[in-house]
């Protein structure tokens, strides 16, 4: 029957695809690993079909290298079955398991093909092995970019909703930091940050490390680089909120701020801002007193903050 | 051959960079602009870059030198409207110019240079 095409996986493909595709459907659904929360076994059954036919599509070509363009649309499937599986939060072996599944019951067909021929047996067999398992890394290999698309994704967005220029008053501007400043977010911070000032034309900024929870020479060296360009721009940094510890660092480490100007809290900050603009905040009338009993009630817990 | 022009407004020389520089090109200005500072006894020097989209560390330092040059012949430089990927460009190059001031743009760099030469004219007064 092998020498039917010298071919026994296209053999098997063309005769057995019926009790084959039972088998394997079988398999699947009795796998451990079987998501009956997210898929069903009609789902199954078709992906599994579709990939049978495109399996002995590639099979005839009689090319055993799942690269070459006859396996194009077996591994087309592959990936949109892979990547389908990661953004439904299948698990890696829970997607691997469709490939390697087939496994079983193409054996079971081939040994049933090649009886009393035992060298030809182990030979197909050796090359089926070898092909699904190719197939199933390639499952594996696209599940894994899919993850990692979201990733990136994520940390995009991450990257924009971090940093956000605030205009606290006309001609200031404000950059609260947070979280951990490394290269990477440095640069949109300081690219942000510059764009802004062009736009606005603010000759001042307040960069706000309240929300930074370590500064070490690598990120002292990131503000300094961002204060630095914009002072090449002709707008004035001041850094505020900074916090004991990390006073007590920067000093330990030796880090040299130079002329820059610093301030504990963006309080203060914004206070020399608006003097160096020639604007001074003023009590307009003392507060009545109906007035300032709310407005101490209201202010009272913010008062317990600070 | 290809110059960049200087103009002259009272006593401040004013220059606009309005197209790419080379080095060839940034060395004629240096010429240029010593000579002139000179001959039109200049007390202020504003430097628009606002149209520079690229420097090397040749411009960036020769930005530098036209400034300490032009503190020698006692004049004030000013650099106005740097674009913000030149000050990434230069910083990241570690070509702060300590020495060179800044402003956003050129009415704010006049009023700099305005407000240091007359700061300079009450010193060099002395103690009355």
């Known amino acids: 029957m092998a020498s039917e095409s010298g071919n026994p996986l296209d053999d098997i493909l063309g005769r057995d695809e019926a009790i084959l595709l039972q088998q394997w459907v079988e398999g699947q659904v009795n796998a451990p690993g079987f998501r009956s929360d997210r898929t069903s076994r009609q789902e199954v059954t078709d992906q599994s079909r579709r990939f049978l036919s495109l399996l002995r599509d590639a099979a005839k070509s009689g090319e055993t290298d799942i690269d070459a363009p006859a396996w194009l649309g077996a591994r087309e499937m592959l990936a949109d079955l892979s990547s389908a599986r990661a953004q439904q939060g299948f698990s890696p072996s829970e997607t691997a398991i469709f490939i390697f599944s087939l496994k079983q019951p193409l054996f079971d067909r081939l040994a049933a093909a090649l009886p009393g021929d035992p060298e030809r047996l182990a030979q197909a067999t050796w090359k089926i092995n070898a092909m699904i398992d190719r197939l199933g890394l390639y499952t594996i290999e696209v599940f894994q970019r899919g993850r990692e698309q979201v990733i990136v994704r994520q940390q995009q967005e991450l990257m924009e909703l971090s940093t956000p220029v605030v205009t606290l008053w006309e001609g200031v501007l404000a950059l609260p930091l947070i979280g951990t400043l490394d290269s990477a977010r440095t640069q949109v911070v300081m690219e942000s940050l510059l764009q802004r000032i062009v736009e606005s034309g603010a000759p001042i900024a307040i960069i706000d490390i309240t929300g930074v929870p370590t500064v070490d020479t690598l990120t002292a060296q990131h503000l300094m680089k961002t204060v630095a360009a914009a002072r090449l721009m002709g707008a004035d940094c001041i850094i505020s909120g900074i916090r004991p510890q990390i006073a007590q660092t920067i000093v330990h480490l030796g880090v040299e701020l130079g002329s820059v100007v610093t301030k504990a809290t963006l309080a203060d900050a914004f206070a020399i801002a608006l003097k160096r603009s020639g604007l001074a905040v003023t009590r307009v009338q003392p507060p009545r007193r109906g007035d300032s009993q709310d407005a101490e009630q209201r202010s009272a817990p913010d008062r317990n903050e600070n | ?128």
């Open chain 2, 1 to 128: 051959m290809e110059r960049i022009p200087i103009l002259k407004m009272g006593e401040y020389l004013l220059v606009t960079i309005q197209v790419d520089m080379h080095d060839r090109l940034a060395m004629t200005l240096q010429d240029d602009l010593t000579s002139k500072i000179v001959t039109a006894r200049s007390k202020g020097v504003l430097i628009d870059i606002s149209a520079l989209e690229m420097v090397d560390s040749f411009i960036g330092r020769m930005l530098a030198d036209i400034a300490a040059m032009s503190r020698i012949l006692d004049a004030e430089t000013v650099v106005v409207g740097m674009q913000p990927a030149v000050a990434i460009t230069l910083v990241e190059l570690g070509l702060s110019l300590k020495g060179v001031r800044t402003a956003l743009d050129i009415e704010r760099g006049m009023a700099l240079l305005r407000s240091r030469i007359d700061a300079r004219g009450r010193e060099d007064a002395g103690p009355a």
